[in-house]
């Protein structure tokens, strides 16, 4: 899924407008899982790697999976989330929830691009035949899962959502990923 998603849709799963105290942490655990591959990103950037040799080729490292099995491992967001709900620290507890969150939503849109989300404990990689972004495996299908979900998660969040700015944000993310759907995958099917 696209990071904007995540962050969407644990606001709607995690948030609580009695506790607007939750919102950063809710966000940062949305984010944190793909910080290594904004890294990643910016450094190929910087090295002036090839767009397409860094997603064939660069991306699939052993040194780059390694760090990012680190941010998208399911049990150690669960032994954070475990720590730290046992600790009373709920702010860092809900983190790590939303951390969790990421990574199930991910299990089921990354075909070839999956992670090993059971790091430490195994290597196994579950191989979704539906991706988020590949055409070649059905993302037709699984973009607009996750297009109508953020749209769905938005409905809850824009009667939740207090702030004008957030609400405008909300909606100029949504008018992108609609628009986005529609040049990548409809218009060139039509």
């Known amino acids: 899924m696209n ?8 606001l709607a799963i995690l948030g609580r407008a009695q506790q607007p105290m939750m919102t950063w942490p809710i966000l940062m655990g949305s984010w944190l899982p793909d910080a290594a591959l904004f890294g990643f990103y910016g450094w190929a950037k910087l090295a002036n790697i090839p767009e397409a040799t860094i ?10 999976q390694d760090i990012f099995a680190v941010g998208n491992s399911i049990p150690l967001a669960l032994i954070g989330l475990g720590v730290f709900a046992w600790q009373q620290r709920l702010r860092i507890a809900v ?32 191989v979704s035949p539906i991706s988020y972004w590949d055409s070649n495996h059905w993302a037709i299908y699984g973009a607009f899962a996750e297009l109508v979900l953020t749209l769905l998660a938005t409905a809850i969040l824009l009667r939740r959502v207090q702030s004008s700015w957030g609400k405008g944000l909300l909606i100029i993310i949504n008018v992108i990923y609609v628009f986005g759907y529609y040049s990548f995958y409809l218009r060139s099917n039509l």
Do not use: V
């Open 95 to 126: 983190m790590f929830a939303s951390m969790l969150l990421h990574h199930l939503e991910d299990l089921p849109l990354h075909h070839d691009d999956a992670h090993r989300h059971f790091w430490p404990l195994s290597d196994y990689r579950f």
């Open 55 to 64: 997603w064939r080729e660069t991306y699939y490292e052993p040194i780059w």
């Open 3 to 10: 990071t904007p998603s995540h962050s969407i849709l644990n």
